[in-house]
């Protein structure tokens, strides 16, 4: 049974940490004006030293490029910011293509040098303030021909003027799920704004760095020793954490090279997401595999494997599209692992605290980055999610809490060796002084011992042939399995090249099986399976490898064959299965069991390959197939 007082101090530890998390944002945005009708009035309180978020009711004129200062009137409407436009227009369906200019009036008592923190907008934007502009990202255009996607955060400084500010950004997109403004713009003075960008900045380069550091150590654990899977899943996890660090938040990465590929850079950001889900699973089951479940695990590696795929075929309007599908699985995947961390923290095992404790940080920043990056924050406008999830980007320090407390439960496990360590020196130096009355008798048990050794040494290479041979021979027929025949294919390959000569391939299937299995069972279908290879023993030569490929597919490697010799070969074994009369009431080609053969043959050169040899076979058997079944077709080497 659980302990109720820990399982309380569980719940309170998880809902303090996610009201912590609630809280983390730069500003407070309660306490500050918000955008009204498309106007910002910031004439009524004190603004030094203050950062203001530029939230609120924007003007936004959908479909349409505003032209600075030319004080056009009337509005399409208003829009709130943060938040995307995919569903700006009633009763549409916005795939968030298209384009459109946000206008704010931003209300100021006095002249003022201000700045604004500028983050990344989907995915174009040009940024003007009292028709100057002073920050772009990307190129704005009004097709996805003309327009060309950057995340680009910046710090951009403009001339405030007493009175009216217009503020006018025009942005574009036609490459991302969501469209428009999904993120905050700060504004303040200089040296707020300018504070904001180099904290952020640093912070970012510190749990980049540290991600780095501790994921190249935990490699360099497994390099020395290849049995720790956990330290090659944690390394490999810390790495993907540190690499998406660099390219997410302040997109250093963008900065430092501004042209580089929207769209690369997009696909290594989620790339990053996708790998690190069963990487984090992965890891957990390699430290406490009583815990977490082999299939789940094995899930996670599959689904994570299917969207990796998906994002390197498909451009990133698509994948982005299948996102909340993935954001899905993974919130299922971190509630999974809270699950399985509480139960082994109240079952305390070894290191759990510390782990579960990292674990939580991990589980809830990562939780808060689904969130901020989902639709269901964007797209869906839901308030009640954006009073608690107002900054993302934070999984990065939560790996970095995650990373430092898995480093400390290593530190332990060390010093607990080396104490062990110790403490068996201490024995072992007891034990040398008392070392020459007990030489006789160990002397002696030695000797026995490794008679039974011996004895044991021999029986177990024996078992060793009789078990390498079982793990090269199907049980049923008793013929080689596939293993068997691809090192032969391979072996014979390599020979002929050698020595210029042929190599003939037969490949036979028994028609219609499936039928006779379903109709006269399985036991039935066994007992087929044995006579056919049987004949296959009988009638072949001691060069000839014969091996059942799987099901009722039998295929027939003959060294130093040619094409002639090989079809008869083929000929021969199909008049004989043929001959038989197994009855086969569900064959649509014989009242008896017969067999298609595909036969190729080749003498091997450096051009080639034997899978091509094994294609040509397998293509020739299809043909046998649709031609009507039990017969014999050759497929020529010019034909690949």
Not at 351 to 379: E, K, P, Y
Not at 501 to 524: R, T, V, W
Not at 609 to 636: C, H, I, M, T, W
Request: net charge positive; hydrophobic share 40%.
């Amino acid at each position: 049974m659980f302990n109720k007082s820990k399982i309380t101090y569980f719940v309170i530890t998880l809902v303090g940490i996610l009201l912590l998390l609630g809280g983390c944002s730069e500003y407070k945005s309660a306490s500050k004006p918000k955008a009204q009708g498309g106007i910002l009035d910031l004439t009524q309180g004190e603004f030094a030293d203050n950062v203001i978020a530029l939230d609120g009711e924007w003007e936004f004129y959908w479909g349409q490029f505003l032209t600075p200062g030319a004080g056009e009137k009337g509005t399409n409407g208003y829009i709130q910011v943060p938040g995307s436009w995919n569903k700006y227009l009633e009763n549409s369906r916005q795939t968030g293509d298209g384009y459109g200019t946000y206008r704010l009036e931003l209300l100021t008592k006095e002249n003022a040098r201000l700045a604004l923190k500028i983050p990344r907008m989907f995915t174009a934007y040009e940024f003007w303030v009292n028709g100057e502009l002073i920050a772009t990202g990307g190129k704005v255009g009004e097709t996805r021909e003309t327009m060309t996607p950057q995340y680009l955060p910046q710090v951009a400084f403009f001339q405030a003027q007493a009175g009216s500010n217009e503020i006018l950004i025009k942005v574009s997109n036609f490459y991302h799920r969501s469209g428009g403004m999904l993120e905050n713009i700060q504004l303040g003075t200089e040296r707020e704004i300018l504070s904001l960008r180099y904290k952020a900045l640093a912070r970012e380069f510190f749990v980049f760095g540290s991600l780095m550091i501790i994921g190249i150590y935990h490699l360099a654990l497994f390099f020395f020793r290849k049995k720790s899977i956990a330290s090659l899943c944690f390394g490999l996890f810390c790495l993907l954490i540190g690499l998406r660090t660099f390219i997410v938040g302040e997109r250093f990465f963008i900065f430092l090279f501004p042209d580089f590929s929207w769209e690369i850079a997009h696909k290594i950001q989620t790339l990053t997401y996708y790998l690190g889900v069963p990487f984090m699973l992965m890891y957990f089951r390699s430290v406490y595999p009583k815990y977490f479940h082999r299939r789940i695990i094995k899930l996670a590696q599959i689904i994570a494997v299917v969207f990796t795929l998906i994002l390197l075929l498909t451009p990133a309007r698509i994948f982005t599209a299948l996102n909340p599908v993935y954001q899905i699985g993974t919130v299922l995947a971190i509630f999974y692992i809270a699950f399985a961390l509480g139960r082994l923290t109240i079952a305390k095992e070894k290191g759990s605290i510390l782990i579960s404790f990292g674990a939580l940080a991990l589980l809830l920043t990562s939780l808060n980055d689904v969130i901020f990056h989902s639709i269901w924050l964007n797209d869906g406008g839901t308030p009640f999610l954006k009073t608690f999830i107002r900054t993302g980007n934070l999984s990065s320090a939560g790996q970095l809490v995650f990373a430092l407390t898995n480093s400390l439960t290593l530190a332990k496990k060390f010093s607990d060796s080396l104490q062990k360590e110790e403490v068996l020196s201490a024995e072992l130096t007891e034990i040398n002084t008392h070392l020459d009355d007990l030489v006789l008798q160990r002397t002696k048990e030695l000797e026995e011992l490794n008679k039974k050794v011996e004895e044991q040494k021999k029986e177990l290479e024996q078992a060793n042939r009789s078990l390498k041979k079982l793990t090269l021979m199907d049980p049923l027929t008793e013929l080689w399995n596939r293993r068997k025949y691809n090192k032969a294919l391979e072996r014979e390959w390599r020979r002929c090249l050698r020595s210029k000569s042929p190599l003939s391939l037969i490949l036979m299937d028994l028609d219609h099986f499936k039928e006779f299995n379903d109709f006269y069972g399985h036991k039935a279908g066994d007992e087929c399976l044995v006579k056919i290879s049987g004949i296959l023993k009988d009638s072949l030569s001691s060069s000839a490898i014969a091996a059942r490929y799987g099901g009722e597919e039998f295929i027939i490697l003959l060294p130093d064959t040619k094409k002639n010799d090989a079809l008869k070969i083929a000929e021969m074994l199909r008049e004989k299965v043929e001959s038989q009369m197994i009855p086969h009431r569900k064959s649509s080609a014989s009242p008896y069991v017969t067999i298609s053969i595909g036969v190729t043959s080749t003498i091997p050169d450096r051009n080639s390959s034997y899978e091509e040899l094994f294609k040509l076979a397998d293509r020739a058997l299809y043909q046998a197939k649709g031609a009507g079944r039990n017969r014999v077709v050759f497929a020529p080497w010019w034909d690949q």
